[in-house]
């Protein structure tokens, strides 16, 4: 008997179908064991000598690989074609040896694409295990270790708040982080565009002004509205001839088929997939065999594969479709290794395949594949130059025409930006000495933008341009800075939080060297020499911990306030940036208004993370959130907004640790309300209408109970019998009536039922379980990923990553989860708690709690 491992139970069983009955095929479910999460896993001092435990959750399977072993004449590892299959496999030749199992006939085949061709010609073809590989997949997990449990117990040591900072995670948040300054150190410019909206033979169309008194304009030339609106008279007043028309042809050529990099760009602009959600779709249309290995930086396709996509696109599209030579590509991506194919279908007479996201995911992929191997694409491009009488004045109109689009016709490459200038539009016949009709002229004001926040496309592209990190692992990095809240996405789009932006100053102020980009795009160079042979890991590894572990000692013998000083000192600009009145910005307003000297504000650390405060504490308590710099001192300290029109109170503007609220009376019974992020600026409206929540929107139609909308600590929601709907903005808090309420109420329940606070859409769907009946999903949760059939919640190991989970691994999940108890006795017991949880509902509803108040009782 032929034992075969695998890392899916998916791939195992379409595998098992392609090899004969010699064969039995399990699967490892990924990795088998790691280092241990502790102090001295990795001990640089013997060498860089490594302790690997075994998963927890994998005993069984472990034990079933070593019986089978036991009983097999050869063993053949058949992981996944790069270095963490590489390393799998190396770890259960490892495990067997030790447990004295293993076979005395081992190979090693690999195959880029699960089909039975691929296959058993990789079985036609085996090899030892890649040392090289495996030095590699030592030397990059050593290293994340040493980085990661040498860094992090400086971070929960110096600086409060801190989670934990990774090799190179580190530097992409760094990259979000330094967008985020960039935009706001920049200075909006004004500039005006004149457009003439013309007409030729009937057809309208659009010139704009290039030159204007015989100067040539640049896209700032018509800096301010008096200027601008003295060319625009130009313009009205001139009269306009055709001076020159010029047509030129243009060739556009496909772009090359995927890689991951490439892929999770386009699925994030095309489909609005996140780079996790590609990973794991792509993970299983792998497994079926409908696409290529998906974690590779190769452009090229086999010839045979080459080959069928030609014969594909004869069969569909005239010859004039196909070029003379099939095109071969090679990769532009910083430390690219091409050693597998691009991303590709394993079948090009399949036009379809998956269910849902993947069936979309899959019709990406393959019209990239076939476009690739397209013609080009022939366009014409014809500019219009027009003078006035006195040639002091021109306008120029643009159009282009795609005379063959080639490979247009299945795919086009998505943008991340989009120029304003431009002009795709068709223009009508013109001939020098043709004078269009004027039908008006438009003077447009606009501002200079500044540099877009990182999408995950963006992020993606620039992090592989800089070569930093792998493509494969950047779904699990963004991910990680996510779920540690260093930033956030809105509108997809990354937003550095104050816990991010602290930390890369931390990091820039005193590990600047290992958040360089370049560093850290050297090491990963270095990690490649090692996988090619060319670089000792050990030695690898000994350069970089003899700089880096003195450093961390270093910042660790400092004090966390002397910390908290100097990263004062490293953002000053930030959170200290000069007053427009030329007053010093760190005086203390509260003192000032108190006649005390000497009070300076600076940076502080708490346990709840870093804030600003006065010098002069205990006597002044002035505080101000950290992510609140530049706020002027009357603003960020006490003011009075006014007086509440029906009790004439004082509503008095506080900031405090948790962020800035507003206060109504003193005491216990003092009334207090957190101040929104989307408040553009709080004024007594604004003031007396958030000490008014909750609101009742009114009685539900079908109930009679209260519909209620208010702020909670998840953002603005709408609550009725114990179901809840998120709104969008604070506005929505007061503005939705009773017939938007019902609606986003009934959506909220048919998703789920709980709106804001509802279980996450799944992150995969699988069918039925066949114990329970039940339809099995893939859900984040609190405590991490697990999969359910509605009844029984099953973790999903440590060591398994969500995109990795397969149906199999979902219905053995759930079983042994249920063997050991379930959940169900659980959802019972939270039955009995549910009128409880009611009076408790009730409780906070007379008392709503304040998330920024909370420094202030």
């Known amino acids: 008997m032929q034992l075969v491992i695998v890392e899916s139970p998916a791939k195992a069983k379409t595998i098992e179908k392609y090899l004969g009955s010699d064969f039995k095929v399990l699967a490892s479910y990924g990795h088998v064991r790691d280092l241990p999460p502790k102090d001295g896993s990795v001990r640089p001092d013997e060498g860089f000598a490594m302790d690997w435990e075994l998963y927890g959750d994998k005993q069984k399977q472990v034990r079933a690989i070593t019986d089978a072993a036991k009983q097999a004449d050869r063993l053949i590892l058949a992981t996944d074609p790069d270095r963490e299959g590489e390393a799998i496999s190396w770890h259960v030749q490892e495990l067997l040896a030790k447990r004295k199992a293993l076979p005395k006939d081992v190979s090693r085949v690999t195959f880029n694409a699960i089909t039975k061709k691929a296959v058993t010609d990789a079985m036609a073809a085996p090899r030892e295990l890649d040392r090289d590989l495996i030095d590699a997949y030592l030397a990059r997990r050593a290293l994340d270790y040493l980085f990661g449990f040498t860094l992090s117990p400086v971070l929960w040591r110096k600086l409060p708040g801190a989670k934990s900072a990774g090799r190179v995670q580190s530097v992409a948040l760094r990259l979000i982080v330094e967008r985020e300054r960039e935009i706001e150190a920049f200075k909006p410019q004004e500039y005006w565009n004149i457009l003439a909206k013309l007409e030729h033979d009937g057809t309208a169309f659009d010139a704009r002004l290039v030159k204007f008194e015989g100067n040539k304009l640049d896209r700032l030339s018509l800096g301010e509205e008096g200027i601008a609106m003295r060319a625009k008279k130009a313009v009205e007043d001139g009269l306009f001839t055709v001076e020159n028309v010029e047509t030129k042809p243009q060739r556009r050529n496909p772009a090359p088929p995927f890689t991951t990099s490439t892929l999770q760009q386009e699925a994030a602009r095309k489909l609005g997939y996140s780079a996790s959600h590609t990973m794991r779709l792509a993970q299983g249309l792998y497994e079926q065999g409908a696409i290529t290995y998906m974690r590779t930086d190769g452009v090229q396709m086999d010839p045979g594969a080459i080959s069928d996509a030609r014969k594909a696109i004869s069969d569909r599209f005239s010859g004039h479709y196909l070029p003379e030579k099939p095109r071969h590509y090679q990769t532009k991506a910083k430390n690219a290794q091409e050693a597998h194919e691009a991303i590709r279908p394993t079948d090009f007479t399949r036009d379809r395949a998956g269910q849902g996201d993947a069936a979309k995911l899959y019709d990406l992929i393959y019209k990239r594949a076939m476009a690739s191997q397209m013609a080009s694409a022939a366009l014409e491009r014809t500019t219009v130059t027009m003078r006035d009488g006195t040639g002091s004045h021109e306008l120029r109109a643009t159009g282009q025409v795609v005379k063959f689009p080639g490979f247009l016709a ?93 930390l890369t100053s931390f990091l820039e102020r005193f590990f600047e060297r290992y958040v360089a980009y370049d560093f850290t795009a050297g090491m990963e160079e270095e990690l490649d020499d090692v996988s090619g042979g060319r670089a000792d890991w050990q030695a690898v590894l000994d350069a970089f911990w003899r700089d880096f572990k003195p450093k961390s000692d270093e910042v660790m013998e400092h004090k966390p306030s002397e910390v908290m000083e100097q990263l004062d000192t490293f953002l000053s600009d930030y959170l200290f940036p000069p007053k427009e009145d030329g007053t010093d910005p760190r005086a203390c307003p509260l003192c000032a208004d108190a006649g005390r000297e000497g009070g300076k504000l600076s940076l502080r650390g708490s346990r709840n993370g870093p804030f600003i405060g006065c010098s002069n504490y205990p006597e002044c308590k002035y505080t101000r959130g950290f992510g609140q710099p530049g706020a002027d001192g009357e603003e960020g300290g006490d003011g009075v907004v006014g007086q509440h029109p029906e009790t004439g109170e004082d509503i008095v503007r506080k900031t405090g640790r948790f962020g800035p609220y507003i206060q109504m009376g003193e005491g216990k019974e003092a009334a207090r309300a957190s101040i929104p992020k989307d408040i553009p600026e709080l004024d007594l409206e604004w003031a007396v209408k958030l000490l008014s929540l909750p609101r009742i929107v009114g009685e ?92 029984t919640n099953a973790t999903i190991p440590r060591d398994m990553k969500p995109e990795d989970v397969t149906e199999e691994d979902a219905v053995r999940l759930i079983t042994e989860r249920a063997a050991k108890g379930g959940t169900k006795k659980k959802k019972k017991k939270a039955a009995k708690k549910k009128a409880p949880a009611k009076k408790k509902a009730a409780a906070k509803k007379k008392a709503p709690a304040k998330d920024a108040a909370k420094d202030a009782e």
Request: charged share 30%.
């Open 410 to 502: 299945v795919y086009e490459e998505g943008l991340d930006q989009k120029s304003d200038d431009d002009d795709d539009g068709l223009l009508p016949f013109m001939k020098a000495g043709d004078r269009p009709a004027k039908k008006g002229v438009e003077a447009t004001q606009h501002f200079t933008q500044p540099p877009p926040r990182f999408s995950e496309a963006s992020l993606v592209k620039r992090m592989e341009e800089l070569g930093i990190g792998r493509p494969s692992t950047y779904a699990s990095v963004i991910q990680v800075l996510k779920d540690r809240n260093y930033v956030r996405t809105e509108k997809n789009r990354f937003f550095a939080e104050d816990s991010g932006r602290l």
């Open 700 to 791: 539900h139609p079908e109930t009679g109970q209260e519909i209620e909308a208010n702020i909670g600590r998840y953002g603005p929601y709408l609550r009725h019998d114990g179901k809840y709907a998120k709104l969008t903005s604070t506005a929505d808090v007061f503005d939705t009536g009773m017939n938007a309420a019902v609606t986003l109420l009934a959506e909220a329940q048919n998703r789920g039922g709980r709106g804001a606070r509802a279980k996450a859409e799944p992150l995969k769907t699988f069918g039925n379980h066949p114990e329970s009946g039940g339809e099995m999903k893939l859900l984040a949760g609190r405590y991490g990923p697990y999969v359910t059939d509605g009844s």
